[in-house]
Structures are given as structure tokens and as C-alpha cells.
């Protein structure tokens, strides 16, 4: 077995609780999730579920290192991750792309979709010439199933699902190794849920990217992933291969789950002939 990308050892996250400070003392600190432990193979995938608050999104930028784990071990490629330098954090940061669930919010609504994809290139400083980052721009457009024509348009000229992929090009810019989604397909239609699962799957599938997918949707994370950690206030309720999970739940929380979101068997045969999801 190769070195996972990463390891993930009893993780743990306290943050500043301002809902509990006094005026003359620092706020006490507030434990938003502990023992947090899984691997991520190179191109497999993770799915991460968990009710509102459960401590989904903090994982995910203390993964990212955007909010520093106090606790635990993290390892890329077997190498610890809170002992690297400056220059090795950022070359890390660059490999694990974070795509966030409201891309209206996330992108810059004053700048050119082409600006907005050549971003991470320009801030790593690998903004060669205007026609290799015209090219660059057209081939990442075309890798996620967006019309190169949309470059020059500015977000709110485009559709949900267009956004979001224009933020799933983004985070692909530089090349990551591992992706992580964060509720990206909350707020979007049906049909525009399943175009943006397939192309995760695809990118996975096609270009060996691993995959953390962060919802609530328990359909989706089944059409999708190979492992299924569920979190419950800051812990882990239940882990392991989903097609377990689903078919056994252990754990009573992960069953009042699944059944307060009814699961419906994909049914593909129903979509293509050519019923839209949406009914009409
Ligand atoms: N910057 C922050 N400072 C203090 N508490 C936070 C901060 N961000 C999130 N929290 C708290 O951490 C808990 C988990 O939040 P979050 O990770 O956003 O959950 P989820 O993504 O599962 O909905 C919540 O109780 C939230 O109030
Ligand atoms: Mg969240």
C-alpha cells in the first residue's frame, strides 16, 4: 500500500467562544472538533456529513491550514504538515483546493471569469505571458464543461451551476492532487447537483484527484464516495466504506439521519428518457 496523501490523527480545533466572552477577560475557548482521524488515498474519495455546526467547514480550513489545528496529527504524503516551512505550507496549500458553497459570494463580481480562473496562477507567481494564460484559461473552461465564450463575462451573468464550475477551474489552476467541496451543490437545481457531481467524479476518475465532499445530502455523498466519516457536534458518530454505511448504519445518530433525508435510488434510466428531474 502506497503512503496515503494524507493522514489525518486525532485532529482537534478550539476556538476563541465570543458568545461566551467577558468584558475584561479573553473569551474562553470553545472545542468545535476532536479526534478526528482518516486517510485519504490518492484519488479516492471522502465523504463528510453532519448536521448544521457540526464542524464540517472548520475541518475543512484546518485541513487547508486556513484555521491551524491546535491538536493532532496531519501528514502529506507521510511528511507533517504543521512542521513545514513557509515556502512548504504554500506549495501544501496549492495541492489541496478548497471550492466553496456559494460561488456568488466567493467570486469577485467586478472581475472577468478568465481574470477569476488566472488568479492562483498570477498569485504564485506563474503568470508567464498573456498568451499562455489565455490558453491555460481555455483549457481549464473546457475541463470543467463550461463554453470558452463565457471568459470574458463577469458572475452574476451566469447560471449557479455555471459558477460553480467557474470556481471548480479556479481551484484547479494549480494542479492540485485533492479537492474539498464544501456543500458546493447546496442552492443549486437538481440537474445542475448531478452535472456538478459527475464532473467531480470525472476529475477524480480521469485525473487521479482525490476528493473530501462536504454535504448533507446523503444521495449525493453515496453517488460519490468510497468513504464516509459522519460528525456529530465536533466528534465522529460512525467511519468507513460507505456502501457499510448506508447498507448497516451502526450508530442510531446516523440513522435518524438518513432517515430525515429520503434516499432515492439513482435511477439513471429515468434521466435518460429524458425526463428532467426538475418535472418539467
Ligand atoms: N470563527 C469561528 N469562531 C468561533 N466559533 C466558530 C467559528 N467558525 C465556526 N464556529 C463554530 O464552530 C461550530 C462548527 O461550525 P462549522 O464548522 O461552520 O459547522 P458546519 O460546517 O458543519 O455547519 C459552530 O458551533 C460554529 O458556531
Ligand atoms: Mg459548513
Given at each position: ?101 456559494d460561488p456568488m459570494s466567493s467570486l469577485n463580481p467586478r472581475r472577468r471569469i478568465s481574470d477569476t480562473i488566472a488568479q492562483?496562477?498570477q498569485v ?13 484559461v ?12 463565457l471568459a470574458s463575462r463577469y458572475p452574476h451573468q451566469l447560471?449557479?451551476?455555471?459558477r460553480?464550475?467557474v470556481g471548480?477551474?479556479r ?110
Open positions: 500500500m502506497s503512503t496515503p496523501l494524507l493522514q489525518v490523527k486525532d485532529l482537534g480545533l478550539s476556538l476563541p467562544d465570543m458568545a461566551h466572552k467577558s468584558l475584561f477577560a479573553p473569551a474562553p475557548m470553545k472545542r468545535i472538533f476532536r479526534n478526528i482521524s482518516f486517510e485519504l488515498q490518492a484519488g479516492s474519495s471522502l465523504g463528510v456529513i453532519g448536521e448544521s455546526g457540526s464542524g464540517k467547514s472548520t475541518l475543512a480550513r484546518a485541513l487547508t491550514l486556513i484555521m491551524p489545528p491546535q491538536e493532532g496529527e496531519l501528514l502529506f504524503r507521510g511528511e507533517s504538515v504543521l512542521g513545514f516551512n513557509e515556502q512548504q505550507r504554500i506549495h501544501y496549500r496549492s495541492q489541496l483546493q478548497m471550492i466553496f458553497q492562483p496562477l504564485m507567481g506563474r503568470e508567464l505571458n498573456a498568451s499562455y494564460r489565455r490558453d491555460k481555455m483549457q481549464l473552461l473546457q475541463r470543467v464543461g463550461l463554453d470558452t465564450k447560471s449557479g451551476g455555471q460553480q464550475r471548480i477551474a481551484a484547479l489552476a494549480l494542479q492540485p492532487v485533492a479537492l474539498i467541496a464544501d456543500e458546493v451543490t447546496s442552492g443549486l437545481d437538481v440537474s445542475a447537483q448531478a452535472r456538478i457531481v459527475a464532473l467531480l467524479e470525472a476529475l477524480r476518475r480521469e485525473e487521479g484527484l482525490a476528493l473530501i465532499f462536504i454535504s448533507h445530502d446523503l444521495s449525493l455523498v453515496r453517488s460519490l464516495c468510497d468513504e464516509v466519516l459522519i460528525l456529530r457536534q465536533g466528534e465522529v458518530m460512525e467511519q468507513g466504506a460507505a456502501a457499510q454505511i448506508f447498507s448497516q448504519p451502526r450508530h442510531a445518530y446516523t440513522r435518524d439521519l438518513m432517515d430525515a433525508i429520503a434516499l432515492p435510488e439513482p435511477d439513471a434510466s429515468w434521466l435518460e428518457r429524458g425526463h428532467s428531474p426538475l418535472g418539467n
